[in-house]
């Protein structure tokens, strides 16, 4: 059964590579196409969609919800085909390319340099936000001012998808611009506690996505977020305050031009263990309120974040 499961594994990571072989404004193209089809053949999550947009914006009437509700299902559509082209952006060769395309800019990269030097270690605090598929190629990004950030020491926590088959496949795309080496920090979220505490003496640098519904029971408290009561997880800022990390929220906004992301860190601490980790979680679901706010589309509506 394993060796079948990777042959199709194999396979449709081979599909996957020529397909993403292909020009990003052609993936765009077929953006704009799912787009229409997810919205108005398959009308995906649509009820999900509306609701969590209807409380999250009490003010606003129902033409303006149905304007923001489709033009995030041209952000998620999106998120499909780019994240399509990323897993062929593989090698030296595939950096070159996801460094020319200009896909993400990072805009501070200095900020970021600053707080990865002030402490042993860095926790950004990422969320369902831009486009959070291609947090792996995040030392490529910068234009201005390279990233101290050490791909060998750089450790990314995610929830394992309930298919094995598939949870291998995303691990393929998610890993793309660190294919060639040894890269150990593709870490599942019930193992990463322990993986950093056996990396407490290194310089390492953490990305948790920590704004989904709580996977489990213990770790969570509630803080106001959209105008509603919001269950939230506190692993991320416990194990950053446990090991005096310095933590930054990763805002992550579509440029003006609509051909890519801007990326830019807001400081959260320098050092975690000075804050409690409750303290630290409000700071990042204010920021993060505010940037959907101003870009409302941009953020993971489909997923049921308040059950």
């Excluded at 409380?55 to 998620?76: C, M, N, Q, W």
């Excluded at 959070?132 to 001012?145: F, M, R, T, V």
């Amino acid at each position: 059964m394993d060796k079948e499961r990777n042959l199709g594994v194999s396979l449709v990571c081979g599909l996957l590579y020529l397909q993403g072989s292909l020009p990003l404004g052609v993936h765009r193209g077929w953006a704009r196409v799912l787009a229409w089809l997810l919205e108005h053949v398959f009308h995906y999550r649509e009820s999900v969609i509306t609701v969590n947009l209807a409380r999250s914006f009490p003010e606003k009437d129902y033409g303006e919800l149905a304007r923001i509700r489709r033009r995030f299902y041209l952000h998620l559509a999106s998120i499909f085909t780019e994240t399509i082209w990323f897993s062929a952006c593989r090698g030296e060769r595939g950096r070159r390319r996801l460094v020319r395309s200009h896909i993400v800019e990072f805009e501070n990269p200095s900020e970021l340099n600053r707080l990865y030097g002030e402490s042993g270690q860095l926790m950004i605090l990422q969320a369902h936000a831009g486009n959070w598929e291609l947090i792996g190629g995040l030392a490529n990004y910068s234009y201005q001012e390279a990233l101290q950030l050490q791909v060998d020491a750089f450790a990314i926590a995610y929830l394992p998808l309930h298919s094995a088959f598939w949870d291998k496949v995303m691990a393929w795309i998610r890993q793309a611009a660190v294919e060639d080496l040894p890269f150990e920090g593709y870490v599942a979220s019930e193992r990463v506690i322990r993986f950093a505490y056996e990396r407490r003496d290194r310089k390492y640098t953490y990305v948790f996505d920590t704004d989904q519904y709580p996977y489990w029971e213990v770790g969570t408290t509630r803080l106001p977020f959209l105008n509603q009561s919001t269950r939230v997880m506190t692993g991320a800022t416990k194990l950053a305050c446990k090991l005096d990390m310095s933590v930054g929220y990763l805002r992550y906004r579509y440029r003006e031009d609509g051909k890519g992301y801007r990326m830019s860190v807001v400081p959260v601490a320098s050092h975690a263990s000075a804050h409690r980790p409750e303290e630290l979680l409000k700071q990042y679901y204010q920021l993060l309120e505010e940037d959907i706010r101003e870009q409302p589309w941009n953020y993971l509506w489909s997923h049921k974040r308040w059950k």
